[in-house]
């Protein structure tokens, strides 16, 4: 298998590059926590009103 060299990109691009993604994915994760949190808050709500 041959290994491809990747072009050098400018330092600060990339810590930009990487900075933006990690964002990307807290974003993400944050979002994704809250709809459960809040789907899982209603379930147990709708649990208690139903018994």
Do not use: H, K, N
């Amino acid at each position: 298998m041959a290994i491809t060299e990747t072009p050098a990109i400018p330092l600060r691009r990339s810590l930009t590059a990487r900075l933006v993604a990690q964002a990307v994915v807290a974003a993400v994760g944050l979002a994704i926590g809250a709809v459960v949190g809040l789907v899982g808050a209603l379930w147990f709500g709708l649990i208690d009103l139903v018994c």
